[in-house]
């Protein structure tokens, strides 16, 4: 968000991302629903559909979540929403990723918002804060399931790895100012940016129909 040039068509184009993407996350995942006899009447097969393709939502809908904060918590330096208007935005947030089964839920969230407003340069800082997230992912998720809970702990702590993924983060960043910095080169290749919005739903399809093709499930 912090290179394009409209926050609000930036947050539309990631709406339209999502959306396109729930059908084939929820056919990659679950595949087409079930019918039954049970279902008696239009009405009652169509909410089935709908609840089966609203079950989960796939990471489009995570990342316009974390974009709509970021629009509305950079406003906040103007408005003055106030600290306690902050946090029911940021617990709402959590809340809703939680709930209705945003792909990643909470920690992609916070996530979303720590590479935003972290300087990717403050190393000892994404360390710290990225170490803080995974701790309390991990406790998070062993408090939630059932089981021993020291196991859990020590099952669930394969996420702190996840930490060392800022290296590359940081070159890839580096590499990526490079090439921004030529601006011809992005208006004359537009192309790449719908390609790159549709590598995500069309890799989910290509899943779903190999699963079906070659595993039958």
């Not at 935003?116 to 408090?143: D, G, T, W």
């Amino acid at each position: 968000m912090k290179r394009t040039k409209s926050k609000k068509n930036y947050i539309t184009r990631l709406a339209i991302f999502a959306i396109i993407s729930q059908i084939p996350y929820i056919l990659m995942i679950k595949g087409i629903p079930s019918t039954s006899l049970t279902e008696t009447t239009e009405l009652e097969k169509v909410l089935k559909v709908f609840n089966h393709f609203t079950s989960l939502f796939n990471v489009g809908f995570t990342l316009l979540l974390g974009a709509i904060s970021i629009y509305i918590l950079e406003k906040d330096e103007k408005e003055k929403y106030g600290i306690i208007n902050i946090s029911i935005l940021i617990l709402l947030s959590v809340y809703i990723s939680e709930t209705f089964g945003f792909d990643g839920g909470f920690y992609s969230y916070f996530l979303i918002l720590m590479f935003y407003f972290i300087p990717i340069k403050n190393k000892i800082k994404l360390i710290l804060v990225m170490a803080l997230l995974n701790i309390s992912y991990v406790l998070y998720m062993a408090v939630g399931a059932k089981g021993d809970f020291f196991q859990l702990v020590g099952l669930y702590s394969i996420q702190l790895y996840s930490i060392l993924a800022l290296p590359i983060i940081y070159m890839l960043h580096n590499k990526t100012n490079i090439f921004n910095k030529n601006n011809a080169i992005g208006r004359k290749h537009y192309y790449l940016k719908i390609m790159k919005y549709s590598i995500y739903p069309l890799h989910m399809l290509i899943i779903y129909i190999v699963r079906i093709m070659f595993f039958s499930i």
